[in-house]
């Protein structure tokens, strides 16, 4: 196995990283900027209130993106699984 091999599995990995928790964390940046937003304009300062939508946030992104990103997944394990023979040789 040459250097570019693992250069490209070690990009494939980070991409599959990104594209999994891409929704999660995006979701969360926006939950957390608009109670940020509305927690200074109110001077609330509870973390109780910022932890409880953000938990809902990510129950729902994760219920509605598991299929997706499960079957993504399981495309990539599925492409890296297929490929140990020939980085073997």
Same mark, same amino acid.
């Given at each position: ?5 693992? &250069? ?6 980070? /991409? ?11 979701? @969360?940046? =926006?939950?957390?900027? =608009?109670?940020? =937003? ?19 946030? %990510?129950?729902? %992104?994760? @219920? ?5 990103? @499960?079957? &993504?997944? =399981?495309?990539?394990? /599925?492409? &890296?699984?297929? /490929? ?6």
């Amino acid at each position: 196995m040459d250097t570019g091999t693992v &250069i490209e599995l070690a990009f494939q990995a980070m /991409r599959m990283t990104f594209v999994l928790a891409g929704p999660t964390l995006l979701a @969360l940046l =926006i939950v957390g900027l =608009i109670l940020g =937003i509305l927690q200074a304009a109110t001077s609330v300062n509870e973390s109780s209130v910022t932890f409880v939508p953000k938990l809902f946030v %990510v129950a729902i %992104v994760l @219920l509605l993106a598991w299929p997706v990103s @499960l079957a &993504i997944f =399981i495309d990539y394990v /599925r492409e &890296i699984i297929m /490929r140990i023979p020939s980085m073997i040789i």
